[in-house]
């Protein structure tokens, strides 16, 4: 989120398009009935199924699974036909003016430089035109027609209200009143706020649909203000922290990167870092680079990481491929070319995509090591279950390894929320039986793996032997000690660089922030970003006062969020180009002359001039990007894309299938099906009675929602015979499940041109262990693809078909 | 706010104060001392209260866990009761149908209390000692890596990654969790490592 759930009280309007938060984000949706029935706001939502979010809301459309980039594009059009621009915004705080390339441009469905073979672009056109002093160049008076803001209205000049309701199947006067409510926001004093989930991001183009929301809050100067941003929801107590601190293949604490095998030493990988600024005067954070990196080598190698050996680049893996993301692991497990696979609180068997592609796969590791609280589908997917899991259990020559963990109830330490608060938690119980924390495990594993180096040698034994483990019990190193890790403390002594006789922080004291950190090897830190969140005030992450000054929903002195505190990002966007609040009923921070202040911790320099220094701090343009250059694979610039799977055919490229662009493996492109063979499009999605597949292992929330059932429309069932209650088969190309039926009127066929489109939905949350009825998941059906960008497999849109089958109506 | 007095001093002061100020009210002064001493208090005033988060979904509602007896004491502790906490400024108490039942998580028939093992083509879960199953582990990371660890690559640049092994990371348990996992992972040259943000 670049807000936080209990800003939203302070909007005028809430967009729910790719997510439903009343029904899985209930106690953060509470903060939308706030803004409805103290500011008079509105509720618009967008989704294939009239949600419990649409029937609280004041306005509902229909669309059609993965087809969003249409809808988002046709709003960014109106708003430029319509002129509901907040113009001095897109002007100073967008890329709006800048010139770009000539070579660059969009035909038949692609942009410049696209390589069917490879599947890829040439991204060199989609760039700035750079000037002799080194800057881009740029128009301010818009006039020039390479200027992003004249190449996006072309652009977007295709997404009419005509073809919303072709592609979209959304009745045109259904888009134009959302159009028009959504215009009111281009005002100053009108703020929209967009909350998506899953609903965007399950696509094989999911970034780009968030994009495309983004452009469209920039456009009306809704990104940086209260009640505005761009909100993800996000899933799991902890996701947005196991991502903050990179545990993912190809990212390093804080957002920083692993090298890719082209990057061969330390001077060639920053070489691409330098992060110049693209405008005079502008922030340009990332030219701070080295300090993050260097703390962070400094932080997993202590002593072992020193300026002349580049600070031990070598111990750091190199990437050959983008990622070894989970769709390309179960690939390579599929080849038999995994020996070993580790699930920490993870349940692939259910979450990823084509099961049986899944299954196949765990069946040829040499050994599975489970760890969790519960006991998973994944730790038992040797284990015959009749249709819920069908396997020749004597066949499967994996070892599988379950190990007992604590769960939240027994274990102390930090969580990130949506809106990047860190708070503290404290353990309350004893761990059932014999279970261990998870730092325990991991220090034993690591321990023991140290021990057989030491003992026996091996291969490139340096980056484990010297890893830094300087804890008390090195056997279960406390959540204080690794949480101080995270925050960074000065190694040597940390003085000031505009004052040489100003010591900062003496050697062995926790730094204050971020801005202490050096790339001298003076200093350690995880992950920079954290910085602030334990320093000498101690642990800020478990502060418990909730006074919010003016009712402002900020609660500066409730935890710690990061960066440095901030609760709103971007915040100088809030204030035009003389530091004034656009809105003074919602100010947040203001410029006084001399420094900015507020009720928000400012995302500029304190003392940064509003008429020099954008409010993009982060990016080189100290601008943001309406036209994102090179830095997506598939268009500086969202275009419509259909699911790999879909009843109709891209309109502007018949020929192109799905994301041109995304990553399909030899033998998952034979299992894409066509609307010929499986006429009907499924989607994904949760209840509110469950949390994934954590809550069928809970008897209360079993009983509230004991059984898998698929949810059609009445015109579906009565076109296929179907009773409401009466069981079901629904089957893809990969996989068959059965289901009750649930037929409803919060389902309709979607009318998109001349053909009728049937969507069906389908709950996630049964399987074959717990306390509910077995049962099944989406992920049997789904197609084993990802979003082009980020690898998110695309469980929102797909091609199934339906019959009826043999079992007892139960209504 | 007066953030220092807790939920279950609050119950003690405030379950006295109604059986006194009732009492006294409809005339009974006398019986008041007595009948006072025999008012039983509050079932959660015997807990132990510890403020925790929920586990499920990033709105990350505040809740106040009780448990008979005090893990910060070094007692053993179970969970008798969870709500929320109404202090928390995103949920002001309240819980949704997932987190109103969260003891029931906790305690759970199919939590995980010993280390198991299925050894291959076996139809059944065997227990093990932790033992058995981390020296096991230990061994198998360490053939593998010796085995598989690419160092080099066909232009003879050191890459020093490792591919066989695969880690998936949790995504409900801590920061501080998180990175312990990052630096034993990463430290190893493992490069199939993610976590649920993927999906």
Same mark, same amino acid.
């Given at each position: 989120?670049?807000?936080?759930?209990?800003?939203?009280?302070?909007?005028?309007?809430?967009?729910?398009?790719?997510g439903?938060?009343?029904?899985?984000?209930?106690?953060?949706?509470?903060?939308?009935?706030?803004a409805?029935?103290?500011?008079?706001?509105?509720?618009?939502?967008?989704?294939?199924?009239?949600?419990?979010?649409?029937?609280?809301?004041?306005?509902?459309?229909?669309?059609?699974?993965?087809?969003?980039?249409?809808?988002?594009?046709?709003?960014?059009?109106?708003?430029?036909?319509?002129?509901?621009?907040?113009?001095?915004?897109?002007?100073?705080?967008?890329?709006?003016a800048?010139?770009?390339?000539?070579?660059?441009?969009?035909?038949?469905?692609l942009?410049?430089?696209?390589?069917?073979?490879?599947?890829?672009?040439?991204?060199?056109?989609?760039?700035?035109?750079?000037?002799?002093?080194?800057?881009?160049?740029?128009?301010?008076? +818009?006039?020039?027609?390479?200027?992003?803001?004249?190449?996006?209205?072309e652009?977007?000049?295709?997404?009419?209200?005509?073809? @919303?309701?072709?592609?979209?199947?959304?009745?045109?006067?259904?888009?134009?009143?959302?159009?028009?409510? #959504?215009?009111?926001?281009?005002?100053?004093?009108?703020?929209?706020?967009?909350?998506?989930?899953?609903?965007?991001t399950?696509?094989?183009?999911?970034?780009?649909?968030?994009?495309?929301?983004?452009m469209l809050?920039?456009?009306?100067?809704? #990104?940086? @203000?209260?009640?505005?941003?761009?909100?993800?929801l996000?899933?799991?107590?902890?996701?947005?922290?196991?991502?903050?601190i990179?545990?993912?293949?190809?990212? #390093?604490? &804080?957002?920083?990167?692993?090298?890719? /095998?082209?990057?061969?030493?330390?001077?060639?990988?920053?070489?691409?870092?330098s992060?110049?600024?693209?405008?005079?005067?502008?922030?340009?954070?990332?030219?701070?680079?080295?300090?993050?990196?260097?703390?962070?080598?400094?932080?997993?190698?202590?002593?072992?990481?020193?300026?002349?050996?580049?600070?031990?680049?070598?111990?750091?893996?190199?990437? $050959?491929v983008?990622?070894?993301?989970?769709?390309?692991?179960?690939?390579?497990?599929?080849?038999?070319?995994?020996?070993?696979?580790?699930?920490q609180g993870?349940?692939?068997?259910?979450?990823?995509?084509?099961?049986?592609?899944?299954?196949?796969?765990?069946?040829?590791?040499?050994?599975?090591?489970?760890?969790?609280p519960?006991?998973?589908?994944?730790?038992?997917f040797?284990?015959?279950?009749?249709?819920?899991?069908?396997?020749?259990?004597?066949?499967?020559?994996? /070892?599988?390894?379950? +190990?007992?963990?604590?769960?939240?109830?027994?274990?102390?330490?930090?969580?990130?929320?949506?809106?990047?608060?860190?708070q503290?938690?404290?353990?309350?119980a004893?761990?059932?039986?014999?279970?261990?924390?998870?730092?325990?495990?991991?220090?034993?594993?690591?321990?023991?793996?140290k021990?057989l180096?030491?003992?026996?040698?091996?291969?490139?034994?340096?980056? #484990?032997?010297?890893?830094?483990?300087?804890?008390?019990?090195?056997n279960e190193?406390?959540a204080?000690?690794?949480?101080?890790?995270?925050?960074?403390?000065?190694?040597?002594?940390?003085?000031?660089?505009?004052?040489?006789?100003?010591?900062?922080?003496?050697?062995g004291?926790?730094?204050?922030?971020?801005?202490?950190?050096r790339?001298?090897?003076?200093?350690?830190?995880?992950?920079?970003?954290?910085?602030?969140?334990?320093?000498e005030?101690?642990?800020?992450?478990?502060?418990?006062?909730?006074?919010d000054? $003016?009712?402002?929903?900020?609660?500066?002195?409730?935890?710690?969020?990061?960066?440095?505190?901030?609760?709103i990002?971007?915040?100088?966007?809030?204030? $035009?180009?003389? &530091?004034?609040?656009?809105?003074?009923?919602?100010?947040?921070? /203001?410029?006084?002359?001399?420094k900015?202040?507020?009720?928000?911790?400012?995302?500029i320099?304190?003392?940064?001039?509003?008429?020099?220094?954008?409010?993009?701090?982060?990016n080189?343009?100290?601008?943001?990007r309406?036209?994102?250059?090179g830095?997506? *694979?598939?268009?500086?610039?969202?275009?419509?894309?259909?699911?790999?799977?879909?009843?109709?055919?891209?309109?502007?490229?018949?020929?192109m *299938?799905?994301?041109?662009?995304?990553?399909?493996?030899?033998?998952?492109?034979?299992q894409?099906?066509?609307?010929?063979?499986?006429?009907?499009?499924?989607?994904?999605?949760?209840?509110?009675?469950?949390?994934?597949?954590?809550?069928?292992?809970?008897?209360?929330?079993?009983?509230?929602?004991?059984e898998?059932f698929?949810?059609?429309?009445?015109?579906?069932?009565?076109?296929?015979g179907?009773?409401?209650?009466?069981?079901?088969?629904?089957?893809?190309?990969?996989?068959? @499940?059965?289901?009750k039926?649930?037929?409803?009127?919060?389902?309709?066929?979607?009318?998109?041109?001349?053909? +009728?489109?049937?969507?069906?939905?389908?709950?996630?949350?049964?399987?074959?262990?717990?306390?509910?009825?077995?049962?099944?998941?989406?992920?049997?059906?789904?197609p084993?693809? &990802?979003?082009?960008?980020?690898?998110?497999?695309?469980?929102?849109?797909? +091609?199934?078909?339906?019959?009826?089958?043999?079992?007892?109506a139960?209504? | 706010?007066?953030?220092?007095?807790s939920?279950?001093?609050?119950?003690?002061?405030?379950?006295?104060?109604?059986?006194?100020?009732?009492?006294?009210?409809?005339?009974?002064?006398?019986?008041?001392?007595?009948?006072?001493?025999?008012? *039983?208090?509050?079932?959660?005033?015997?807990t132990?209260?510890?403020?925790?988060?929920c586990?499920?979904?990033?709105?990350?509602?505040?809740?106040?866990?009780?448990?008979?007896?005090?893990?910060?004491?070094?007692?053993?502790?179970?969970v008798?009761?969870?709500?929320g906490?109404?202090?928390?400024p995103?949920?002001?108490g309240?819980l949704?149908?997932?987190?109103?039942?969260?003891?029931?998580?906790?305690?759970?028939?199919?939590?995980?209390?010993?280390?198991?093992?299925?050894?291959?083509?076996?139809?059944?879960?065997?227990?093990?000692?932790?033992?058995?199953?981390?020296?096991k582990?230990?061994?198998?990371?360490?053939?593998?890596?010796?085995?598989?660890?690419?160092?080099t690559?066909?232009?003879?640049?050191?890459?020093?990654?490792?591919?066989?092994?695969?880690?998936?990371?949790?995504?409900?348990?801590?920061? /501080?969790?998180?990175?312990?996992?990052y630096?034993?992972?990463?430290?190893?040259?493992?490069?199939?490592?993610?976590?649920?943000?993927?999906?």
């Open positions: 989120m670049t807000n936080s759930w209990t800003d939203i009280k302070n909007t005028d309007l809430v967009v729910v398009m790719g439903n938060a009343a029904e899985a984000h209930p106690c953060g949706f509470k903060w939308v009935t706030e409805k029935a103290q500011r008079g706001a509105k509720l618009i939502v967008v989704d294939p199924r009239f949600t419990r979010t649409a029937s609280v809301s004041d306005y509902y459309a229909p669309i059609r699974p993965g087809s969003d980039i249409v809808f988002l594009m046709a709003l960014i059009n109106w708003m430029i036909q319509n002129d509901k621009v907040q113009w001095e915004y897109v002007k100073n705080f967008t890329n709006a800048f010139i770009v390339k000539d070579e660059f441009g969009w035909s038949d469905g942009f410049s430089g696209y390589d069917p073979e490879k599947r890829d672009y040439d991204k060199s056109s989609w760039d700035y035109v750079i000037g002799d002093d080194g800057f881009a160049q740029v128009d301010m008076t +818009l006039q020039n027609p390479r200027c992003v803001w004249n190449l996006l209205k652009h977007v000049s295709r997404y009419t209200p005509e073809l @919303v309701a072709e592609v979209c199947g959304t009745p045109q006067d259904r888009f134009l009143k959302i159009a028009e409510m #959504i215009g009111e926001c281009s005002a100053v004093d009108k703020n929209m706020t967009s909350m998506y989930a899953l609903g965007w399950q696509h094989s183009k999911g970034a780009q649909n968030i994009r495309g929301m983004a809050q920039l456009i009306l100067g809704n #990104i940086g @203000v209260r009640g505005g941003g761009m909100n993800a996000r899933g799991h107590s902890n996701i947005q922290g196991l991502t903050d990179g545990l993912m293949s190809n990212l #390093i604490p &804080g957002y920083l990167n692993i090298p890719t /095998e082209k990057e061969k030493d330390w001077t060639t990988y920053m070489s691409s870092r992060f110049k600024p693209l405008r005079p005067g502008q922030t340009s954070y990332w030219q701070n680079y080295p300090k993050f990196m260097v703390s962070f080598m400094k932080a997993m190698w202590g002593d072992a990481a020193r300026a002349d050996n580049d600070w031990a680049f070598e111990y750091l893996p190199k990437l $050959d983008p990622t070894y993301d989970i769709l390309r692991m179960f690939d390579l497990m599929n080849e038999g070319k995994i020996t070993n696979y580790f699930c993870f349940n692939p068997l259910l979450s990823f995509p084509n099961r049986a592609k899944l299954t196949a796969a765990l069946s040829k590791l040499k050994l599975l090591v489970v760890m969790d519960l006991a998973t589908e994944t730790a038992h040797w284990e015959n279950h009749g249709e819920y899991n069908d396997v020749d259990t004597a066949s499967i020559q994996t /070892e599988v390894i379950e +190990l007992p963990t604590t769960s939240f109830a027994e274990d102390d330490g930090s969580l990130v929320n949506s809106g990047r608060w860190i503290w938690h404290w353990a309350a004893t761990p059932p039986g014999q279970a261990q924390r998870d730092t325990w495990i991991m220090s034993q594993i690591f321990l023991r793996v021990k180096y030491q003992d026996e040698g091996g291969v490139f034994p340096d980056p #484990i032997l010297n890893l830094t483990w300087d804890y008390e019990d090195e190193p406390s204080e000690e690794l949480a101080k890790e995270l925050n960074g403390k000065a190694l040597g002594d940390v003085y000031d660089p505009k004052d040489a006789t100003k010591l900062l922080a003496a050697q004291k926790q730094l204050l922030n971020f801005s202490q950190l790339d001298d090897g003076s200093t350690m830190s995880a992950c920079w970003i954290y910085g602030g969140c334990w320093n005030d101690g642990n800020n992450m478990a502060r418990r006062d909730n006074a000054p $003016d009712d402002t929903g900020a609660f500066l002195n409730w935890s710690f969020a990061w960066p440095l505190n901030r609760r990002l971007y915040n100088r966007a809030s204030a $035009d180009m003389q &530091g004034k609040p656009w809105d003074p009923s919602r100010k947040l921070i /203001e410029w006084n002359g001399e900015w202040t507020g009720y928000d911790v400012p995302d320099a304190p003392t940064a001039k509003p008429d020099e220094v954008g409010p993009f701090i982060m080189p343009e100290g601008a943001s309406l036209f994102t250059r830095m997506m *694979r598939d268009g500086p610039f969202p275009t419509h894309m259909e699911p790999f799977e879909s009843p109709i055919a891209n309109v502007f490229n018949p020929e *299938r799905g994301n041109p662009v995304a990553r399909v493996f030899a033998k998952d492109a034979d894409f099906a066509t609307s010929d063979e499986f006429p009907f499009v499924a989607t994904s999605y949760r209840l509110t009675e469950h949390f994934h597949y954590w809550t069928k292992h809970n008897r209360i929330n079993a009983a509230l929602q004991p898998f698929v949810e059609i429309s009445e015109e579906l069932a009565a076109e296929k179907i009773t409401r209650g009466s069981t079901v088969r629904v089957w893809s190309k990969r996989g068959s @499940v059965t289901a039926a649930l037929v409803s009127k919060r389902l309709r066929p979607l009318q998109c041109g001349d053909k +009728l489109v049937h969507v069906i939905g389908i709950p996630l949350h049964w399987g074959f262990m717990g306390a509910a009825r077995k049962g099944f998941g989406p992920n049997s059906l789904t084993f693809v &990802g979003d082009a960008n980020v690898e998110t497999p695309e469980f929102k849109a797909f +091609l199934v078909n339906i019959e009826p089958a043999t079992g007892e139960v209504s | 706010m007066n953030i220092d007095l939920r279950r001093g609050f119950l003690k002061l405030a379950g006295a104060g109604v059986a006194a100020t009732s009492l006294g009210a409809m005339g009974f002064g006398e019986a008041e001392a007595a009948e006072q001493a025999h008012v *039983r208090a509050f079932k959660l005033a015997s132990t209260e510890v403020r925790n988060t586990t499920y979904c990033s709105v990350a509602c505040g809740i106040l866990i009780y448990s008979k007896g005090d893990v910060a004491a070094g007692e053993k502790a179970e008798v009761h969870i709500e906490d109404a202090d928390h995103t949920n002001r309240t949704c149908p997932k987190g109103a039942a969260l003891k029931d998580t906790v305690l759970s028939e199919t939590r995980l209390t010993v280390p198991r093992i299925r050894r291959p083509g076996s139809d059944r879960f065997e227990e093990t000692s932790w033992e058995e199953a981390l020296d582990i230990a061994r198998a990371l360490k053939d593998d890596r010796d085995a598989n660890m690419v160092q690559n066909d232009a003879g640049v050191p890459v020093n990654r490792w591919t066989s092994t695969g880690f998936l990371a949790a995504s409900a348990t801590t920061n /501080e969790t998180a990175w312990l996992t630096k034993v992972v990463r430290s190893m040259g493992i490069v199939g490592f993610d976590n649920q943000a993927r999906v």
